[in-house]
């Protein structure tokens, strides 16, 4: 089996550099994956960097107008090759053993994997982590900013595991969500495994896929649960969870500006589909009205209840 790594970009080309860097270390030989890029409308030079840029892989770039993250992935997968569909993002560098763990995963017959995904908290405050510029508006005293200068990432950094592991493992702390995850496909197996379905790190197969007829486009241009919408339907039909804590990844944090008010609203659509108070418990914890502890007690709420039926 041989996998297609979907990648949706958005004016992100700061951190879509390092992306990109972290894929030309991958253990996985060059023969067992493809790399399929979609730029979503960029107007930051990502076209042209990633058409002028050279690559160890198979390559290809698919150019859309802005349709949204739903529209960007579906596109990947229409122009992916192989039967293993890895979606990450943008913003994720990639342990070498990433795309390798995803593909042997499947070849024991799994069909939907999730990855871990770690965060590198004090990246958020850049707009280029390589260049080390910061955020537009953010008031940074100077004290601050000669401090923040050594969280740069620099291309080098990944080019050895003793690098790699200096600079970005031994700076990462595991998500609040990823840690949710974690405890969910763990300790209660296809109770709740939809919230898995993390577009930054999940593999499934192409079959799949496109028997649940991807991503639920309406989302439109709105941030958030297009992903777990459609981890939603593949749980209701049985299709089963796997996680894998060698396919890992590290996200370069970002302030992300409307994040609340976006997520809230494609809960709402999210929500009507199916009317699933869980759903709801579930936007409350990404956005922080309850705890990890609390979210769990849904679980044995669930339990509780099906006992009873």
């Not at 982590?129 to 990944?158: C, N, Q, W, Y």
């Given at each position: 089996?041989?996998?297609?790594?979907?990648?949706p970009?958005?004016?992100?080309?700061?951190?879509l550099?390092?992306?990109v860097?972290?894929?030309?270390?991958?253990?996985?030989?060059?023969?067992?994956?493809e790399v399929?890029?979609?730029?979503?409308?960029?107007?930051?030079?990502?076209?042209?960097?990633l058409?002028?840029?050279?690559?160890?892989?198979h390559?290809?770039?698919?150019?859309?107008n802005?349709?949204?993250?739903?529209?960007?992935?579906?596109?990947?997968v229409?122009?992916?090759?192989?039967?293993?569909?890895?979606?990450?993002?943008?913003?994720?560098?990639?342990?070498?053993?990433?795309v390798?763990?995803?593909?042997?995963?499947?070849?024991?017959?799994e069909?939907?994997?999730?990855?871990?995904?770690?965060?590198?908290?004090?990246?958020?405050?850049?707009?280029?982590?390589?260049?080390?510029?910061?955020?537009?508006?953010?008031?940074?005293?100077?004290?601050?900013?000669?401090?923040?200068?050594?969280?740069?990432?620099?291309?080098?950094?990944?080019?050895?595991?003793?690098?790699?592991d200096?600079y970005?493992?031994?700076k990462?702390?595991?998500?609040?969500l990823?840690?949710?995850i974690?405890?969910v496909?763990?300790?209660?197996?296809?109770?709740?495994?939809?919230?898995?379905?993390v577009?930054?790190?999940?593999?499934?197969?192409?079959?799949?896929?496109?028997?649940?007829?991807?991503?639920?486009?309406?989302?439109?241009?709105?941030w958030?649960?297009?992903?777990v919408?459609?981890?939603?339907?593949?749980?209701?039909?049985?299709?089963?969870?796997?996680y894998?804590?060698?396919?890992?990844?590290?996200?370069?944090?970002?302030?992300?500006?409307?994040?609340?008010?976006?997520?809230?609203?494609?809960?709402?659509?999210?929500?009507?589909?199916?009317?699933?108070?869980?759903?709801?418990?579930?936007h409350?914890?990404?956005?922080?009205?309850?705890?990890k502890e609390?979210?769990?007690?849904?679980?044995?709420?669930?339990?509780?209840?099906?006992?009873?039926?």
């Amino acid at each position: 089996m041989k996998a297609s790594v979907v990648i949706p970009t958005y004016n992100k080309i700061g951190r879509l550099k390092l992306v990109v860097e972290s894929l030309k270390y991958q253990t996985a030989s060059t023969e067992d994956f493809e790399v399929v890029f979609v730029d979503d409308g960029s107007d930051d030079g990502t076209v042209r960097y990633l058409e002028k840029e050279s690559f160890p892989f198979h390559c290809n770039v698919v150019v859309q107008n802005h349709m949204g993250r739903a529209h960007t992935r579906n596109t990947g997968v229409k122009n992916a090759k192989h039967d293993i569909i890895i979606f990450t993002d943008d913003d994720l560098i990639l342990q070498r053993d990433f795309v390798k763990a995803h593909i042997e995963k499947h070849r024991e017959r799994e069909q939907i994997v999730h990855g871990t995904v770690y965060n590198l908290p004090r990246t958020k405050f850049f707009k280029d982590p390589i260049k080390g510029t910061f955020m537009d508006g953010l008031e940074i005293r100077d004290s601050v900013k000669k401090h923040l200068a050594e969280e740069r990432i620099l291309p080098a950094m990944l080019g050895t595991e003793e690098d790699f592991d200096r600079y970005i493992v031994k700076k990462s702390k595991i998500a609040a969500l990823e840690d949710m995850i974690k405890t969910v496909l763990r300790e209660y197996p296809g109770k709740m495994d939809w919230i898995a379905f993390v577009g930054g790190n999940v593999s499934v197969t192409k079959a799949v896929f496109e028997e649940v007829q991807g991503f639920d486009e309406n989302f439109g241009l709105r941030w958030g649960c297009e992903d777990v919408e459609l981890g939603y339907r593949m749980m209701k039909r049985g299709i089963p969870f796997c996680y894998c804590e060698e396919a890992a990844n590290h996200h370069i944090t970002h302030y992300r500006a409307g994040f609340s008010g976006e997520h809230a609203l494609n809960t709402e659509y999210f929500y009507k589909k199916y009317h699933d108070s869980v759903i709801l418990d579930f936007h409350k914890f990404i956005s922080g009205e309850i705890t990890k502890e609390e979210f769990i007690d849904t679980l044995h709420e669930l339990n509780d209840a099906v006992e009873l039926a």
